[in-house]
Each structure stands twice: as C-alpha cells, then as structure tokens.
C-alpha cells in the first residue's frame, strides 16, 4: 500500500531527481533512495557494533585462547610421558620374557 506525502525538497534537487528518474518518476527514485540510505546506515551500524564488541571482548579471548593452546601443550607432554614409559615398560617386560 502506497502512501502520499507532501514534502519539500529544494529546486535543485528536484531538477536532479528529474534529470536522474525523469519526470513522473520520483516517488520511485525516492522510495530507491531511501531503502538504499537505510540499508548502508544499518550495516555502518553493525560494523560499529562489531568493532566495540571486538575490542570489549580482545582481552578474554585472548585468555581463552592462551588457556587452550597451554592446556594442549599439557595433553601433548602428559601423552609424551605416557608413550615413552609405555615404551620403557614394553622394553623391560621383553627383556624379563627373554631371560
């Protein structure tokens, strides 16, 4: 549904919206115009609120992160640990069944 306004734009503007759209077209490029305008404003929005979220959230992600990658490095050495006394163990238990 369509509704008529009444608004007031300088002559120039007009002239420009009629040599753009031509005359008889206005409502269109209006209509264009405005959908466009809100669509950039509300993605400049988001970008803006992503970029202080980002900055808000910097100092504990990189905790999470130095948290995950020393927990790893934990698994690593512990599972490094286990497979060489795993290997020792082996070792010795063959040395015993051979004697």
């Known amino acids: 549904m369509n509704k008529r306004l009444n608004i007031t734009l300088p002559e120039e503007t007009v002239r420009l919206m009629d040599r753009v759209a031509g005359r008889g077209r206005r409502s269109s490029l209006i209509d264009r115009a405005v959908r466009r305008y809100v669509k950039?404003?509300?993605r400049a929005n988001v970008r803006k609120q992503l970029a202080a979220s980002y900055k808000a959230n910097a100092e504990?992600?990189?905790q999470l992160a130095d948290d995950w990658f020393?927990?790893?490095n934990r698994y690593r050495i512990s599972a490094g640990v286990d497979s060489q006394m795993r290997r020792g163990l082996s070792g010795l238990v063959r040395s015993c069944a051979g004697r």
Do not use: M, W
Request: aromatic residues 0%; proline residues 0%.
């Open 40 to 42: 950039e404003e509300t």
């Open 60 to 62: 504990l992600d990189l």
């Open 70 to 72: 020393q927990s790893k």
